[in-house]
Nanobody
Framework: QVQLVESGGGLVQPGGSLRLSCAASGLTFDYYVVGWFRQAPGKEREAVSCIGNSNDDFRAYYAGPVKGRFTVSRDNARNMVTLQMNDLKPEDTGVYFC???????????????????????WGQGTQVLVSS
């Protein structure tokens, strides 16, 4: 079955960096757009970033609060997506989830690839705490 496993979370001081990874199995990886979402305590889940597949030339998408600080990439040979997070702020604290949206062999990403409604498969999440 499809599995998404996040790793790389932890405690970091403001201004620091973390690198999250999402390892996928049980799927044809290039048939999926992969997104990152986060949920802070007491808040709704929100989009962070996503990356398209070869149908979309691996285009990266970012939510406004993380533009210029986060970078998403994917390695189809390893079935992995990475989120490099720099200049972290306390408001980046939360549980980070990766999720996968099926496009098939030739399908395009959804109209709003940062909307979580399009993502069917989800990982268990990894905790990120930004605090001094």
């Amino acid at each position: 079955q499809v599995q998404l496993v996040e790793s790389g979370g932890g405690l970091v001081q403001p201004g620091g960096s973390l690198r999250l990874s999402c390892a996928a199995s049980g799927l044809t990886f290039d048939y999926y757009v992969v997104g990152w979402f986060r949920q802070a305590p007491g808040k709704e889940r929100e989009a962070v970033s996503c990356i398209g597949n070869s149908n979309d030339d691996f285009r990266a998408y970012y939510a406004g609060p993380v533009k210029g600080r986060f970078t998403v990439s994917r390695d189809n040979a390893r079935n992995m997506v990475t989120l490099q997070m720099n200049d972290l702020k306390p408001e980046d604290t939360g549980v980070y989830f990766c999720a996968a949206h099926y496009t098939g062999r030739v399908g395009r990403p959804p109209r709003d690839p940062l909307s979580d409604v399009y993502y069917y498969y989800w990982g268990q999440g990894t905790q990120v705490l930004v605090s001094s």
